[in-house]
């Protein structure tokens, strides 16, 4: 009660910063009659003066009226549009690294250019991260008009660009791209061998579009770079056989937490059924033989029974592929991983692709909170404020809209049935078309809108469908939706990016009508368009404005506010209502299993619909049921994968510092004495006697690791030698054979040799530490049995395993060093050489998704080094053998190593 009056006297803290930023606007607006005057060369040239004053000692604060007022100016010039006092209010809160939540039809765009601007006159690049590659086009395109008029270059990063386009997109004033392309430019990036082969530069500030979408709703699953491993595509199939054998009774499953089990006679049943497929190696299906088939049993069972075709994927052109549970669309190339998606494949009867392994991966938490300043910009971030102050320390700022929201928003109506609620949408659209009032329909998967689709085509009402199958008519469908009666089934409006406006969008269909006819004959059709979007927006208003329609609440509020938000944009009329019922995935899931019945105590005859204010409140508690839990989910990925993070920073870092120095050989003579210095510790261990030591085991170790063949036995049983000694004269030793090799090899050539095997070998124990921490982390959870944190558990363990891997390097950089040749030879094409192409992926609900062929640098395998000498050996010329490696077989004939025979 004292918050709620503390608030009617001083106002929210929303309401106390939205009042400090108008301040700043009065000084914005008072600039602009100047600014105005300016002609256009004067007004690019502010740019220059701006730039200048950052270099003088100026901070970005002490620009901001004028450089606002600057692209306000700009965007009136350029693109006929005017940034409205609250859109100003939008670019500060962006600058000041917040997020900005502008209901739909706001500008959010438009809003973006002023911190944008600002922030990229300090020349170290902007970068704004949209949710598709259509978006990051079309922005770049569209606000790009407004940077290059102002003297910025602007880039764009989209699929399959090349690493030379990509690199001059990252190196431009400001660069459009989607969360994924930048996340795995990254990844790929610390997957090269050269400084120079990297596209991307140090991370500076990003504005992320949709930013609920992008850090909240893609983080619970991480974006993963994966590579080829052994092939058991033949075993999906003859697993997958199986699966329809198995009754309900076999196997457990929770619709909550999205996963099913088997059940003790299932498991029995299971084994039968494996026995008599010839796949089981011995008596019980648990044995360690057959953990290759119980991971195939399991991903079968699960491609079976949670996943649905047309909702969670479509199988097109012999492929399956995934859609995106927040947008609806296509994800065309990312597949699950953890071999789901070939147990999807063998499912369907598709081509079965081969198993990945993951060789990079990185969580979008980790990757946006690298970046110094962070912002970000949707319709609906206020339910999640806590997260993303939680996470990434954003706070949330709501923008009040430029003119008031006229939209009418019933209370949902729930029925008992789906067939009850289908029936009583396409009376309501039917009503609406009566009137001529555009409907626009949302569904949360394919399969429900293509079964509204059938309801519509019985009742003969026209309609069109937007959902991953027709993703390419997205835009047109989209800006077509507001026209007089049209009615538009959408599954998932999230970040869309394209207005509905009412009437229908005059640009779009001017783009569409004129192609192909003469400039004069284009002009008239164009004014003729504009004439009759005018003049159907007015009969569209009298209708009631847009009718927006959702067929079941989603799991998320925000996902129905963004549906809601696509109606009364900029203060037009409106209208949105949900209908329910109690077959939907939510209420039976998370609701209340005794509704049902009490309904029908209650007298709930077939065809009515209960509409309640508490019903709303109730819905709205399921709701926050499930997005409490997905964000435990996600801070739970954090927390395990922060873990991870701390060693791909060190990995990463040393890559680049590796990269970037010529001379590595004082790294590589640290990791030799260690070697040593360790080996002796083993075998020799402190204050022990004479004939404790184990001599004849560092014999066998030093010939193994330095191939060097030393009498330590016999230094052994000198009298009073001490383990000291032992390792000076190791350290001689080795320090001489290395020796030895450089001055052979020339110390170019060595120092080539040091560093390129060192960031191979690096790559292949990470990519192996990787598989490893897999491993490790669908394990974890069971020591929670044993009364132990996993997560306390994860840590101890990955650092163990960490260091494990760091001696590895060592090791194996040092032994293959000691053993590498030098042949004469033509030079390699490419040092670096890559094999085949890795995949790319971003997971999904728990799973991970593997992605198109991306073109990054896949970690090799440790191996001896061939290096080009500059003269050829010619055997029949003596003239020319003094080239050959003292090592090598003497070009004479004779069998003998050069170095015994001719290089004696």
């Given amino acids: 009660m004292l918050g709620a009056l503390a608030k009617k006297l001083f106002g929210s803290a929303n309401d106390r910063a939205v009042k400090a930023y108008s301040k700043t606007v009065q000084a914005i607006n008072a600039l602009e009659p100047e600014i105005s005057k300016l002609s256009d060369a004067a007004l690019q040239a502010k740019t220059v003066e701006f730039k200048q004053k950052l270099a003088n000692g100026a901070d970005l604060d002490d620009l901001l009226p004028e450089a606002f007022a600057v692209v306000r100016e700009a965007a009136k010039r350029v693109l006929g549009q005017r940034h409205y006092d609250v859109q100003l209010i939008g670019g500060m809160v962006l600058h000041d690294g917040r997020i900005a939540e502008m209901k739909t039809g706001e500008g959010k765009t438009l809003v973006a250019t002023l911190a944008v601007y600002l922030n990229a006159l300090t020349g ?256 609906t971030a206020s339910t999640e404020a806590a997260e993303f102050a939680d996470i990434y320390k954003l706070d949330v700022i709501e923008i009040p809209t430029n003119v008031p929201v006229a939209r009418i928003d019933a209370d949902d109506e729930v029925y008992r049935t789906a067939n009850e609620k289908y029936q009583a949408i396409v009376k309501l659209i039917e009503e609406c078309r009566a009137k001529g009032q555009p409907v626009l329909v949302g569904t949360v998967s394919i399969e429900k809108s293509e079964l509204l689709s059938d309801f519509l085509k019985q009742k003969k009402i026209p309609h069109n469908v937007l959902n991953a199958r027709h993703h390419d008519q997205e835009a047109f469908i989209v800006a077509q939706a507001g026209r007089l009666g049209a009615v538009t089934i959408a599954t998932n409006m999230a970040g869309r990016g394209t207005d509905i406006q009412l009437g229908g969008n005059a640009e779009m269909r001017i783009l569409q009508e004129t192609q192909g006819l003469d400039e004069a004959a284009a002009a008239k059709r164009a004014e003729e368009i504009r004439a009759e979007v005018a003049a159907e927006k007015e009969k569209v208003l009298a209708a009631g404005g847009l009718y927006v329609i959702g067929t079941e609440r989603h799991e998320s509020r925000r996902i129905d506010n963004q549906l809601r938000g696509r109606s009364g944009r900029q203060g037009d009329p409106g209208a949105s209502k949900f209908f329910l019922s109690l077959e939907d995935d939510l209420l039976r899931i998370f609701g209340s299993e005794r509704m049902d019945s009490m309904l029908q105590r209650l007298g709930l005859q077939e065809g009515e619909a209960i509409t309640h204010p508490w019903i709303n409140k109730a819905l709205e508690k399921a709701q926050q049921k499930v997005e409490a ?187 293959i060093l000691a053993r590498v040749e030098v042949r004469a030879e033509e030079p390699p094409q490419d040092l670096f050489a890559r094999p085949s192409q890795p995949m790319e992926m971003h997971e999904s609900r728990g799973e991970d998704i593997d992605g198109d062929d991306g073109d990054a640098a896949r970690a090799l395998p440790a191996r001896p080094v061939t290096v080009a000498r500059g003269n050829q050996v010619d055997p029949d010329d003596p003239a020319t053998w003094k080239s050959t490696p003292r090592n090598a077989p003497c070009p004479c004939g004779s069998g003998k190593k050069y170095k015994y025979c001719h290089g004696k």
């Fill in 629 to 815: 839990r997905n964000y435990e989910i996600r801070k739970n990925l954090l927390k395990f994968d922060d873990v991870m993070n701390d060693q791909r920073k060190v990995v990463y870092e040393q890559r680049i510092e590796l990269m970037q120095s010529q001379d590595v050989s004082e790294t590589i003579t640290d990791m030799r004495r260690e070697i040593v210095d360790e080996m002796v510790s083993r075998h020799i261990p402190e204050k022990a006697y004479a004939e404790q030591w184990d001599a004849e085991g560092l014999q066998q170790e030093v010939a193994r690791v330095f191939a060097l063949n030393l009498p330590i036995v016999d230094w052994a049983r000198e009298e009073g030698i001490a383990d000291q000694a032992i390792r000076e004269r190791l350290h001689d030793a080795v320090d001489r054979k290395m020796a030895e090799k450089a001055a052979n090899f020339g110390p170019e050539v060595m120092r080539m040799v040091e560093r390129s095997l060192l960031l191979q070998v690096l790559d292949q124990t990470w990519k192996e530490h990787l598989h490893n921490l897999d491993y490790l982390r669908q394990a974890i959870g069971l020591r929670a049995y044993a009364q132990k944190d996993p997560l306390n558990e994860y840590k101890r363990e990955a650092f163990a395993l960490f260091e494990q891997m760091l001696a590895r390097v060592r090791e194996q950089v040092t032994a």
């Fill in 124 to 379: 170290k690049g902007v970068h704004v991260v949209t949710v598709n590659d259509y978006l990051a086009r079309r922005d770049a395109e569209w606000m790009g008009r407004v940077y290059r008029f102002l003297g910025l270059t602007v880039g764009v990063i989209v699929h399959g660009l090349t690493d030379e386009e990509r690199r001059e997109a990252y190196a431009c004033d400001v660069t459009y791209g989607t969360n994924n392309e930048y996340g795995f430019d990254y990844l790929r990036d610390n997957m090269k061998f050269q400084r120079e082969q990297m596209v991307q530069r140090p991370f500076n500030f990003a504005i992320v579009d949709e930013v609920d979408s992008i850090l909240i709703d893609e983080a619970r699953t991480p974006l993963i770079i994966s590579g080829p491993s052994e092939d058991t595509s033949s075993l999906y199939t003859q697993v997958n056989a199986l699966i329809p054998k198995l009754t309900p009774e076999d196997y457990e499953k929770d619709e909550k937490q999205r996963a099913v089990s088997f059940t003790e006679s299932g498991t029995e049943h299971m084994e039968q059924l494996l026995r008599e497929a010839g796949l089981l190696k011995s008596e019980s299906l648990y044995d360690i033989e057959n953990i290759t088939v119980v991971h195939h049993a399991n991903q079968a069972l699960r491609a079976h029974v949670l996943f649905t075709r047309d909702v969670d994927y479509i199988v097109k052109d012999d492929k399956v592929i995934i859609i995106d549970e927040f947008t609806g669309r296509m994800m065309e190339g990312r597949r699950y991983s953890d071999g789901l998606h070939q147990a999807l494949e063998a499912k369907e009867g598709v081509t079965v692709q081969t198993e990945n392994q993951t060789l990079a991966s990185i969580t979008f938490q980790n990757y946006f909170r690298m970046y110094p300043k962070l912002a970000g910009m949707t319709g």
